[in-house]
């Protein structure tokens, strides 16, 4: 799943009538700063939702905050070191202040548990992900001068019945969780630790969720779950089973002005059922974000990814025989343990056959408790990893822009953002193949579909013209 950047919520919605976040009765106020994945984001949401319900109003200014809250990500050591950066940071706050609380959330919460509270004298509460529910009382003890702790992972917590509150969203695409944590054992990974076990949504919440993003002006949901493809939901009598697919299916007919992504599928369990429900809507995006972690059967065996790099292209052939115009886009690991000279070739030639049109590439950052920090060593020097990963940086870089070079010329449908971060007259938006494209805004509106020709390219984006 695609990881954020860090940033502050507050108490903009944009421009449309979905419900006000900012709470009348509000009498106390809280400031959020997220970290890691889009489920971390989202689940940022349900907090300020739960804080909403108990009279805390959000501030995007720490300042004038009763009450700051980390939402933090463990996936590798320097996202944790960041937010040892920031609770540093807030510690003058704390000075300032002697009522102030300060909560860690999140997967780093969870994997750290009350060593949180013991160090530095820096964090009030600590909440793991399943437990946001319990936040209003572990603030009532944190008020009374005890330290708040729930770590409790749950096998059912979906939060299916929070609506969570979009704070800084840009109203035109939102994210809906639609499953938690994960039962896979990539031996690298330390989400099934943080995370817990993995469950489905109820399915009706999930439409009803995106229905009324719809209602509501949104244009576009992104499905999340760390493994879509192994959704499952039955109903209460268990007269229907409703998959991936099937969901799928179920949020594209909501409208079908309203876009549906998701993210991320695995390759051991993506589905041909899948790939024939994103041919079968023009409204579901031609583009999935299929990780592929390594192109080395050797390492991804050590890796637990339980597929080959047979199976991997196997499955990239089928994606281009169904889709033809897909786009796709991956994850890679570089430097895992034993990884030789040779594993790292085999990578770039697996490179070479795929032609990402995006990749997320990182240094193996090995995390204590997985299977590959207790089974193997983490001998790939840094030097090294360092060096490979320029290599695998540089190759894609040179795919992308003649990914984005094929695209010039070409006429798409965009998803209008907003306007582009750097010039006020121009607007940004989104092919459905998931490209940020940038033009001038002539009459187009956030929200709006318009489509644009492209006439140039760099290597990160599409630049374009309206045509009508
Ligand atoms: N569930 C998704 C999957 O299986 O592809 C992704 C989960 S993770 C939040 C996002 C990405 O972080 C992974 O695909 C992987 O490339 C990277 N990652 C996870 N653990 C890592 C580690 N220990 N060191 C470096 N990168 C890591
Ligand atoms: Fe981590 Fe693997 Fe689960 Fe993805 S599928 S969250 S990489 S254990
Ligand atoms: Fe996400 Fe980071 Fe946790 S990527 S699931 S916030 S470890």
Known sequence: MLELTSKVIDERVQGNAFESPINVKATKKFYIESYGCAMNFNDSEIVASLLHDVGYGATKNPDEANLILINTCSIRDKAEQTVR???????GFKKRNKHLLVGVLGCMAERLKDKLLEEEKLVDMVIGPDAYRTLPALIAEAES???????????EETYADVSPVRLDGNGVSSFVSIMR???????????PFTRGRERSRDADSIVQ????????????????GQNVDSYRWENADNT????????????????????VRFSTSHPKDITDDVMHTIAKYDNICNYIHLPVQSGSTRILQLMNRNYTKE?????????K?????????????????????????????????????????????????????????????????????????????GFSHESNLADVGKTYEVLVEGPSKKNENELCGRTDKNKMVIFPKGNAQKCDYVLVKIVACTSGTLLGEIVG
């Open 311 to 319: 199976w991997y292209l196997h499955k990239v052939k089928r994606i």
């Open 85 to 91: 950066f920031r609770l540093m940071h807030f510690k």
């Open 209 to 224: 969720e995106a229905r009324e993003l719809f209602e509501n002006g949104y244009k576009e949901v992104t499905l999340l």
């Open 145 to 155: 001068g005890q330290k708040g702790i729930n770590v409790l992972l749950s096998r």
């Open 240 to 259: 229907e089973l409703v998959t991936f697919a099937n969901l799928m299916e179920r949020v594209a007919l909501i409208n079908p002005k309203l876009r």
């Open 181 to 191: 944590g994960c039962n896979n054992m990539c031996s690298f990974c330390v989400v």
């Open 321 to 397: 025989e169904i889709l033809p115009d897909c786009g796709l886009s991956t994850d890679l690991i570089i430097g895992f343990c034993t990884e030789t000279e040779e594993d790292q070739q085999e990578t770039l030639d697996l490179m070479k056959e795929c032609k990402f049109d995006l990749a997320y590439m990182y240094s193996y950052s090995e995390r204590p408790g997985t299977l590959a920090a207790r089974r193997y060593e983490d001998d790939v020097t840094e030097e090294i990893k360092s060096r490979r990963l320029s290599e695998v940086i540089e190759l894609h870089r």
